[in-house]
């Protein structure tokens, strides 16, 4: 399969606990967002790098998240000290960053629950 | 501000065809994106428009007006496994995808 791929596609947690999670994105491709869903929500963006230089992050984003892609490769997003209000689904995209059409191809999320 | 409006949920019959609307306003614009997400998966690529005009893949076309700010998805012969939300996407002057909340097109044997 050379799709994007995310570990784990479930994760039930704790308020207060730390969560990481794992993204490999086609691998030929430059660019790869995080986003997270709520359900009835389209996705919400919440970083973008082009090759491990994160480019962008969201205003709306709290310090307790932090993502990295330190090889330009695969990228970890981290939750510190996790809420309630952080349930949602994570979805990691890539895209090859050639050319303006530059489709956005995402993996299968990753499910967080918070209790 | 940059803003997406599509319908909230859309009732078709199997068979039939359906039309869903959307409208945007974004600072810049790089092109407009449809996605198809099935509950509870990620979505999945489907169209992408950046000419006026009507694009057409199979069952699928896709519709751009740049001066109104305006695109529409239309699905023909409807098949029950169309049931999903349909997400369109603006491309803002930043290359970064402006989402609108969804539309959710139930099917009707």
């Known amino acids: 399969d050379t799709g994007v791929s995310q570990d784990p596609r479930h994760k039930i947690t704790k308020r207060g606990q730390n969560v990481t999670f794992r993204c490999d994105p086609i691998?030929?491709?430059?660019?790869l967002y995080w986003y997270r869903q709520t359900l009835g929500q389209g996705p919400e963006f919440l970083t973008y790098f082009q090759n491990e230089a994160q480019l962008e992050k969201s205003r709306l984003l709290s310090d307790r998240f932090s993502a990295e892609r330190p090889k330009g490769s695969f990228s970890t997003l981290e939750i510190q000290r996790t809420e309630q209000g952080d349930s949602a689904m994570y979805l990691c995209a890539s895209s090859s960053g050639e050319g303006h059409t530059d489709t956005q191809y995402f993996g299968p999320g990753t499910r967080l629950t918070v209790l | 501000g940059q803003n997406i409006d599509q319908p909230t949920e859309m009732t078709a019959t199997e068979g039939a065809i359906v039309q869903i609307n959307c409208t945007y306003q974004t600072s810049g614009f790089n092109g407009l994106f449809w996605y198809q997400q099935h509950a509870g998966e990620a979505p999945t690529f489907l169209s992408y428009n950046v000419l006026d005009g009507l694009e057409e893949k199979g069952r699928f076309s896709s519709f751009l007006s740049r001066s109104k700010g305006y695109s529409y998805l239309l699905l023909k012969e409807l098949q029950m496994k169309d049931s999903a939300s349909y997400l369109c996407?603006?491309?803002?002057?930043?290359?970064?995808?402006?989402w609108g909340a969804g539309t959710k097109l139930i099917i009707k044997p």
């Open positions: 691998s030929e491709h430059n660019r």
């Open positions: 996407a603006a491309m803002d002057s930043n290359y970064q995808l402006i």
